[in-house]
Nanobody, 114 residues
């Protein structure tokens, strides 16, 4: 079993920045893709950034140019830098690693509000 622990959520004003981090409890990152999902109240969980073990990155149009995902396989971490945050970015953010099995973190709240 693998535990993923997220940190870095919080309250930020529109236009501000936050950095989310996720640490895996053991070495799994070398063969797994990693990413960040979010789920807002009443909405489905959506993928907002992903990075393969080879370093290929994808973002949906809603966050492209504002969010940046990175991973450190030596430290078993994946991070999400979020800039120019908007109210519609408010959600619980989950990190995940997946291959044949998908692992999830417990989620961290991000609230963008003035």
């Amino acid at each position: 079993q693998v535990q993923l622990v997220e940190s870095g959520g919080g309250l930020v004003q529109p236009g501000g920045s936050l950095r989310l981090s996720c640490a895996a409890s053991r070495s799994i990152s070398g063969i797994y893709s990693a990413g960040w999902y979010r789920q807002a109240p009443g909405k489905q969980r959506e993928l907002v950034a992903s990075i393969t073990n080879g370093g290929s990155i994808t973002y949906p149009d809603s966050v492209k140019g504002r969010f940046t995902i990175s991973r450190d396989n030596a430290k078993n971490t994946v991070s999400l830098q979020m800039n120019s945050l908007k109210a519609e970015d408010t959600a619980v953010y989950y990190c995940s690693y997946w291959s044949r099995v998908q692992y999830w973190g417990q989620g961290t709240q991000v609230t963008v509000s003035s």
